[in-house]
C-alpha cells in the first residue's frame, strides 16, 4: 500500500509542472482548433459516433490525444463507419476539445449542432435532383442501416420501407437534413445526392 | 412489433420506477412526508442515454436495501428484445465440459433449492471519475452501486446436475443481449471454477422480492458476491464450462488492473494485467450531502461501508484532512456480503465550511486508501470519501 500511495504522489508531482505550462495561451489555440473543426466535427459524431451509443459517452470523456486516437481506432475497428480522414479530423477535434484540462461542463452538443454547417455546399441544381436507386443502397447500407435495419425494415429506427413519409418528400428531406430526437442530422454528412439516392432506393423497396 | 415495443417500453418504465411514480404512489403522501422513499430524489443520474447507464443520488443510501427503481442500471449494450427473454422462449443452456449438457426453463430452476442473500453489487467503474490523470469510460461518480435481497439458485448445484468433467477451470456467461453493429465484441465473461462453486455464488432471478426487473438482467442474472459487477452477468442465457478463461475483448482486454502499481499513463512495461474479481473496502457518506448546509448543533452524520470478501471492521471519520480519525458506530443489520450503516454524531465547532472524510477498514486489514493505484481504465475506486457542508451559525 506504502508503495502505491508513494507512486502515485510522485507521478501527481512530476504531472503537476505539465499542467502548468498549459498557459492560456494553449487554452486559446485549443479553442480555436475545436471551433474551427466542430461544423464537421459534430456532424460526424452525431451520424457515425451515436449509432451504437448516444454522444453523451463521448462528450463526458477528457483525454489526450494519444488516448483519443486509441478509442476512435478501437471504434473504428468495432465497425464506426469512419474514413482515415475523418477519423483524423475527430481526433484532433476531441483533443482539442475535451483535453483532460477542459472544464467539467461544456456546452452540449445541440448547441454545436445548430451552427452545423452543410458539408456539401453544392450550388442549388438547375433542375431538380435524380435519384439512382443502386447507388443508394450502398449509402444506406454504411449511413442508415445500424438503425433502420437491413432492406429498411426497421430496427432501433422505425421501418422506412413502405413508410409513408416517402411520399412526403419535403418531410423527408427536412428529417433526414435536419434530424428528430435521437435521428442524427445528415446535413453536414451526406450530399444531397446522397440523399436523393437513399431516397430512390427506399422508393423501390 | 408494436404490441412488444409498447410491453418493452412498460417493463423499462417499471424498471426506472417510473410507472410506479407515475401512477401508484399518492402525492399527499409524499407531501406529507410519510413516505419512506422520500429521499428519492427525481430519476437517476444518467452518465450515459444509450445504452442506459445512471447512478443512485447517495443520499438514498439510507436505506438498508436500494429499491429496485432506485437501483444503478448498467449494461453494455442495453436490454435485449424482449421476445428473447419471455417465459415462453427463454432457456438457459449449460455446456462445455459437462457430463451432461441442460436446457433449462424457469420452472426448470424452480426445482432447485432456492436461496437468497442480501448482498451489494457494484460496477467496477463506480468512482472513475475521480482517478487522476482522467481514464476513458463511463465517468462514473459514486453512485453505481446498490445492495440488495438475491433470490434464486445456487450456481453449484446446477453444475453439479449438469456434472463437472475434470479439466473444467473456468465458467463462462453469456447473456442475450446484443450491439446494435454485430461487429461489436459481445459481452461473454468468465469466473474461475472456485468462485463458480462457491456455495453464495447464485443465479438470481429475484431482486428485493420481486421477479428481476428488465433493466437488470430479467429473467435470470449471475451474482457472485464480494466481487465487482463485471461477472454478474445479466440476461444469463449460456453457461459455458472451460478449461481456459473466456475469449474476447471484455475478458481479455476490458475489465483488467494491473497487478503491481504503475506510474499513470506509462503503458504497461513489464506489468501483468489481472481480472477485477473482489469489491475493495469502502464507505460512503450518505448524510450530509455534499455542499449541504447544517445548523450550529449536533449533526448525525450517516453512510454504508462494504468490502469483498471480508466484512467491514472500523469507519473512521476525519474532520482534518486525514490527520486525526474518529471511529463511527455501525448501526441496523449485520450480513456477510451487505453494507453495513453506520453513524456518527458530531458537534460542529463553529460557523464555516467543513470537509467530512469517511474511511473503512475491512476484517483482513485492508485500509481505504486516500486515493486509488491509478490503472488505465480507472476500476476499483476507493478512495477516502469526501463531503463538504456548511455549518451556519
Redesign the interface.
Known amino acids: 500500500m506504502m508503495t502505491f500511495s508513494r507512486v502515485i504522489l510522485s507521478a501527481l508531482v512530476l504531472g503537476l509542472p505539465g499542467l502548468a505550462v498549459d498557459t492560456s495561451a494553449q487554452e486559446d489555440d485549443l479553442a480555436s482548433v475545436s471551433a474551427a473543426l466542430a461544423p464537421r466535427a459534430e456532424g460526424l459524431i452525431i451520424a457515425r459516433c451515436s449509432v451504437c451509443h448516444s454522444p453523451d459517452l463521448v462528450s463526458q470523456q477528457r483525454l489526450p490525444k494519444d488516448r483519443w486516437m486509441a478509442t476512435v481506432d478501437k471504434m473504428k475497428h468495432w465497425g464506426a463507419e469512419i474514413s482515415n480522414d475523418e477519423s483524423d479530423l475527430l481526433v484532433r477535434y476531441l483533443s482539442a476539445r475535451y483535453h483532460p484540462g477542459a472544464p467539467d461542463h461544456l456546452p452540449p452538443f445541440d448547441s454545436e449542432l445548430r451552427k452545423a454547417e452543410p458539408l456539401t455546399q453544392e450550388p442549388v441544381q438547375a433542375g431538380p435532383l435524380v435519384g439512382v436507386a443502386v447507388r443508394g443502397a450502398g449509402i444506406f447500407e454504411h449511413n442508415c442501416q445500424a438503425c433502420h435495419g437491413a432492406g429498411a425494415i426497421g430496427g432501433m429506427g422505425p421501418k422506412l420501407a413502405k413508410n409513408p413519409i416517402l411520399k412526403h418528400e419535403d418531410l423527408f428531406w427536412e428529417t433526414v437534413l435536419y434530424g428528430r430526437g435521437p435521428m442524427p442530422a445528415w446535413g453536414s454528412v451526406l450530399s444531397q445526392q446522397d440523399i436523393a439516392d437513399i431516397h430512390a432506393w427506399l422508393l423501390a423497396r | 412489433?408494436s404490441l412488444s415495443r409498447r410491453a418493452w417500453l412498460g417493463k423499462v418504465l417499471q424498471g426506472l420506477g417510473l410507472s410506479a411514480l407515475v401512477s401508484h404512489r399518492p402525492v399527499a403522501a409524499r407531501a406529507a412526508g410519510n413516505d419512506p422513499s422520500s429521499n428519492e430524489s427525481g430519476p437517476l443520474i444518467?452518465?450515459?442515454?444509450?445504452?442506459y447507464d445512471a447512478e443512485t443520488p447517495v443520499r438514498e443510501f439510507t436505506s438498508f436495501l436500494t429499491p429496485n427503481h432506485r437501483f444503478f442500471v448498467r449494461s453494455h449494450f442495453g436490454p435485449p428484445a424482449p421476445e428473447l427473454i419471455t417465459e415462453a422462449n427463454w432457456k438457459l443452456r449449460v455446456g462445455g465440459l459437462t457430463d451432461q449438457p441442460l436446457e433449462l426453463t424457469l420452472k426448470d430452476l424452480a426445482q432447485f433449492e432456492r436461496v437468497t442473500i442480501t448482498a451489494v453489487v457494484q460496477c467496477s467503474g463506480n468512482g472513475r471519475a475521480f482517478h487522476?490523470?482522467?481514464?476513458?469510460g463511463?465517468?462514473w461518480e459514486r453512485g453505481a452501486v446498490g445492495n440488495a435481497q438475491w433470490t434464486g439458485v445456487r450456481l453449484r448445484d446446477v453444475l453439479a446436475k449438469a456434472g463437472l468433467r475434470r479439466n473444467a477451470k473456468h465458467v463462462q456467461f453469456k447473456g442475450a443481449d446484443r450491439?446494435?453493429?454485430?461487429?461489436?465484441?459481445l459481452f461473454v465473461r468468465s469466473i474461475p471454477l472456485e468462485k463458480a462453486l462457491h456455495p453464495d455464488t447464485m443465479l438470481a432471478y429475484e431482486m428485493n422480492g420481486r421477479p428481476l426487473p428488465l433493466l437488470h438482467g430479467a429473467p435470470l442474472r449471475v451474482i457472485t458476491p464480494g466481487w465487482m459487477a463485471d461477472s454478474c452477468i445479466k440476461w444469463l442465457t449460456d453457461i459455458t464450462v472451460q478449461a481456459e478463461e473466456a475469449k474476447g475483448y471484455y475478458m481479455q482486454t476490458a475489465y483488467r488492473v494491473p497487478v503491481t502499481?504503475?506510474?499513470?499513463?506509462s503503458g504497461l512495461p513489464g506489468t501483468s494485467m489481472v481480472p477485477v474479481e473482489a469489491m475493495v473496502v469502502k464507505s460512503l457518506i450518505v448524510s450530509p450531502v455534499n455542499d449541504g448546509q447544517v445548523g450550529l448543533v449536533p449533526v448525525t452524520i450517516q453512510g454504508v461501508a462494504w468490502s469483498g470478501e471480508a466484512s467491514v471492521a472500523t469507519v473512521e471519520l476525519s474532520f482534518d484532512e486525514g490527520k486525526t480519525w474518529e471511529p463511527a458506530r455501525f448501526v441496523g443489520e449485520d450480513e456477510r456480503y451487505a453494507w453495513r450503516r453506520w453513524q456518527y454524531v458530531w458537534k460542529p465547532k463553529g460557523p464555516g465550511s467543513v470537509a467530512i472524510l469517511s474511511r473503512a477498514t475491512d476484517a483482513e486489514g485492508q485500509?481505504q486508501?486516500?486515493?486509488t493505484?491509478?490503472n488505465p481504465s480507472g476500476f476499483l475506486w476507493n478512495g477516502w470519501d469526501r463531503v463538504t457542508v456548511t455549518v451556519q451559525a
Open positions: 412489433m444518467a452518465r450515459v442515454t444509450r445504452p487522476r490523470p482522467k481514464v476513458p463511463v465517468q450491439p446494435v453493429v454485430s461487429s461489436v465484441p502499481a504503475i506510474q499513470p499513463n485500509v486508501p486516500q486515493s493505484p491509478w
